[in-house]
């Protein structure tokens, strides 16, 4: 069973706009989580945090927002620009330390 | 300072070959993470090393693999008898002290088996 989801494979949007990527988890004893970055031929590259205290954490054109009785967060980007195009992973922090993935979702951002 | 290395970056193997893949982490890194990712899929936990120390290895799939990090730095992922399944990228991530310290990832080995 995937114990995080994100359910679209794909966004486009048109550059300097706002992206949204969206990610939803089932095990509510989740109590961090992680987005990355992918480019093709690269290894995922850490973006932002957040800890379920929180429902809100920002770093520059980036923003994690966590709704915890949702059981669901969301990555904002805004502007968007075309060097955002990547493959962004949606991550839960498990016992251990281990990271538990979305299956991705595509962004492309358009000139 | 230099980042997470893997080799090598692609392996072709033919099914029944063994393989072995090879991670450096970053310099004084404790914690080092094995995670498999199969085409058009997020990444999938395999194994866990502090220090030299395998303490958890409940994500690798089968008995053909296995994995070693005997001085505490640089890690080895081997697989036995390769299967087409085995077909994967195979990431390695590393950090600083504790396992929940933010993990930076290698650029991975593109492994297939034909």
């Known amino acids: 069973d995937q114990q995080v989801k994100q359910n679209s494979p794909s966004l486009s949007v048109q550059e300097g706009r706002i992206s949204i990527l969206n990610c939803d988890y089932t095990?509510?004893?989740?109590?961090?989580f992680l987005w990355y970055k992918k480019y093709p031929a690269e290894g995922p590259t850490f973006l932002i945090s957040?800890?379920?205290?929180?429902d809100k954490n920002e770093d520059g054109r980036f923003t994690v927002f966590l709704n915890k009785s949702a059981k669901h967060l969301s990555l904002h980007i805004v502007p968007s620009q075309p060097g955002d195009s990547a493959v962004y992973f949606c991550a839960a922090r498990a016992e251990g330390g281990k990271l538990i993935f979305g299956q991705g979702t595509e962004l492309s951002v358009k000139p | 300072g230099a980042g997470v290395s893997q080799s090598p970056r692609y392996k072709v193997a033919k099914r029944g070959q063994d393989v072995a893949l090879r991670c450096d982490p970053i310099?004084?890194?404790?914690?080092l993470f094995w995670y498999q990712q199969a085409l058009g899929q997020g990444p999938e936990f395999l194994t866990y090393?502090?220090?030299?120390?395998?303490?958890?290895k409940s994500g690798l799939p089968s008995d053909r693999f296995f994995a070693e990090r005997p001085e505490g730095s640089v890690s080895t992922l081997k697989i036995q008898r390769t299967q087409q399944e085995d077909s994967a990228v195979y990431l390695c991530?590393?950090?600083?002290?504790?396992?929940?310290?933010?993990?930076?990832f290698g650029p991975g080995t593109r492994l297939t088996v034909l």
């Open positions: 095990n509510s004893m989740f109590d961090y």
């Open positions: 957040i800890s379920s205290i929180k």
């Open positions: 991530a590393s950090s600083s002290r504790h396992s929940t310290d933010t993990q930076y």
């Open positions: 090393f502090q220090n030299e120390a395998q303490l958890d």
């Open positions: 310099s004084g890194h404790v914690s």
